[in-house]
């Protein structure tokens, strides 16, 4: 494809977003806009020269691709919508609701040889993308991603809207199967989980704490990997990343030393949104499929499973 025709559906905080990366891409196309409140997609239309749409079934027959940044909630039947009409879909995450929804999303994209990313968007943070090469075996990982209290987001729990991205992670560098969970969380503002903590224990040994609140003071959101002869930790807030290894002095001690890191510097999300453009046009697959969305989206739904049996064990 020399020209992508692209749409966005859900023009909220994230949507718009999407909108401004697309309208840098030369050879990019901004059809449409659409949201239910028909106000939010006036208002993007107007700012991108595109179309304003209320129902994004209107993008189908029109658009090559299109990101989708609807409530959780609305996932499968928006994306499946376009996948079915053989759209290239970008989907905010989490994938779906269901690992039943996902599977069904995943195996359609695949039957019609579509582009099918998942939205994690901390994959193309310069501070994760630093750690790409270096990292080898972690053995233990520690996440905190803490955030002040938004009424976004708050249709899905916790879990869901915040420790999944360092789910994606920490399944991404991995790369083994998870053989225990173990999970307790609390709802404060909402009607939902909104602080959680996790111990998810792998196969291969590895060990990961997760913690990850939506009612704290102040943000925070590192991911630090232990390894046998070394440490990183990533402040994804600052995109910074600290590295340390062991090493045998000439003496024959181990000691401690300032692995540098060559950080790339650019904006995360335009560098997914650039990766999506890419895989629609070469037909590569995405750098986060469905298959990963779906992975993550299985471990986060065993924790808050997990956490929703301890509560009702205290009733």
């Known amino acids: ?21 697309y309208a840098r891409i030369e050879d990019v ?20 020269g595109c179309e304003a749409l ?26 499946h919508d376009f996948l079915e009409a053989g759209v290239h879909v970008l989907l905010e995450k989490p994938i779906t609701e269901t690992l039943a929804q996902a599977d069904e999303l995943v195996a359609l994209a695949e039957k019609q040889r579509l582009a099918f990313q998942i939205g994690f968007v901390e ?49 991404h560098f991995v790369q083994s199967s998870v053989t225990d969970v173990a999970a307790v969380g609390v709802s404060v503002l909402s009607e ?14 590895c060990v990961a704490n997760l913690t990850a609140s939506r009612v704290t003071a102040k943000t925070m959101q590192k991911i630090r990997f ?7 930790s990533a402040d994804c807030a600052k995109r910074e990343v600290s590295s340390l290894r062991t090493r045998r002095s000439p003496d024959g001690k181990v000691e401690i030393v300032a692995n540098p890191l060559n950080i790339p510097k650019h904006d995360p999300l335009e560098e997914e949104i650039q990766a999506f453009v890419r895989a629609v046009k070469t037909g590569m697959p995405p750098p986060v499929t469905g298959e990963e969305g779906r992975q993550s989206l299985e471990v986060a739904l065993n924790i808050v499973d997990r956490i929703e049996s301890a509560r009702r064990s205290l009733r």
């Open 123 to 171: 994959r193309f943070n310069p501070a994760i993308v630093a750690l790409e090469g270096v990292m080898k075996k972690p053995v233990f990982i520690e996440a905190h991603r803490l955030h002040p209290f938004f009424e976004r987001g708050t249709d899905v729990d916790v879990v869901l809207d915040l420790m999944v991205h360092d789910l994606d992670l920490i399944l």
């Open 192 to 205: 939902k989980i909104d602080i959680a903590n996790a111990r998810v224990t792998f196969a291969d040994g």
């Open 29 to 48: 196309e901004i059809v449409g806009a659409s949201d239910s409140q028909t106000e939010r997609a006036r208002k993007a239309a107007d700012q991108f």
């Open 1 to 21: 494809m020399s020209r992508i025709r692209v749409g966005v559906v859900g023009i909220g905080h994230l949507g718009n977003y999407h909108l401004q990366k």
């Open 54 to 79: 209320s129902d994004h079934r209107r993008l189908l027959g029109r658009v090559d691709a299109v990101s989708i940044a609807v409530p959780t909630g609305a996932h499968y039947a928006v994306a």
């Open 226 to 232: 232990f390894e046998t002869n070394g440490y990183h």
